[in-house]
T-cell receptor
Framework: GAVVSQHPSWVICKSGTSVKIECRSL??????MFWYRQFPKQSLMLMAT?????????EQGVEKDKFLINHASLTLSTLTVTSAHPEDSSFYIC????????????????FGAGSRLTVL | GNSVTQMEGPVTLSEEAFLTINCTYT??????LFWYVQYPGEGLQLLLK???ADDKGSNKGFEATYRKETTSFHLEKGSVQVSDSAVYFC?????????????WGLGTSLAVNP
């Protein structure tokens, strides 16, 4: 079945540094990838939608300059948390929509296992 | 906007017990409804879905029926197993305008004891 690999699974960094999280679709092409953030005991919050070869669409309230998203190929999207601060500590999850299956309107997404970011 | 309200957990059951996790939604139009499951250390997986009223999604012994009159999509399983221990998320996908995205419930943690 479809697999999305997300890396790293956890990362600890110092305040002020930048952290990059990768999301790869391993056995399918993903024209659209979604980035979510999840706080403890809260629901997943959609941060942005990235389409291959174009700029990401950010949800209201999400800082574009803080959370840089790049979707350079049909199998890779990256989220870079720039100048991270403790309040950016969270669980980040990506998901991908299969280019072929997505055309059927199934709207079935494949999720990565998530990345736990801790900013000291 | 669209929203999903999901029964809070954690839920603890004995093996072979009956499971119900309630999910209700608010949406304009006719959304698609989903249940996702997240096993420990793994990514979210689609468990089942329904795309129109009265549809019943089913998978691995789990079922949920799209009830438009009560705006609900409750998840049920007649006999749970230890391997069903996971976090379950109810979600909807809107089809109009800015609602073309997944809206999530908070998730319900299920622990099944042998």
């Amino acid at each position: 079945g479809a697999v999305v690999s997300q890396h790293p699974s956890w990362v600890i960094c110092k305040s002020g540094t930048s952290v990059k999280i990768e999301c790869r679709s391993l056995d399918f092409q993903a024209t659209t990838m979604f980035w979510y953030r999840q706080f403890p005991k809260q629901s997943l919050m959609l941060m942005a939608t990235s389409n291959e070869g174009s700029k990401a669409t950010y949800e209201q309230g999400v800082e574009k300059d803080k959370f840089l998203i790049n979707h350079a190929s049909l199998t890779l999207s990256t989220l870079t948390v720039t100048s991270a601060h403790p309040e950016d500590s969270s669980f980040y999850i990506c998901s991908a929509r299969d280019r072929v299956r997505g055309q059927s309107g199934a709207n079935v997404l494949t999720f990565g296992a998530g990345s736990r970011l801790t900013v000291l | 906007g669209n929203s999903v309200t999901q029964m809070e957990g954690p839920v603890t059951l004995s093996e072979e017990a009956f499971l119900t996790i309630n999910c209700t939604y608010t949406a304009t139009g006719y959304p698609s409804l989903f249940w996702y499951v997240q096993y420990p250390g793994e990514g979210l997986q689609l468990l089942l879905k329904a795309t129109k009223a009265d549809d019943k999604g089913s998978n691995k012994g789990f079922e949920a029926t799209y009830r438009k009159e009560t705006t609900s999509f409750h998840l049920e399983k007649g006999s749970v197993q230890v391997s069903d221990s996971a976090v379950y998320f109810c979600a909807l996908w809107g089809h109009a305008g800015n609602n073309r995205k997944l809206i999530w419930g908070l998730g319900t943690s299920l622990a099944v004891n042998p």
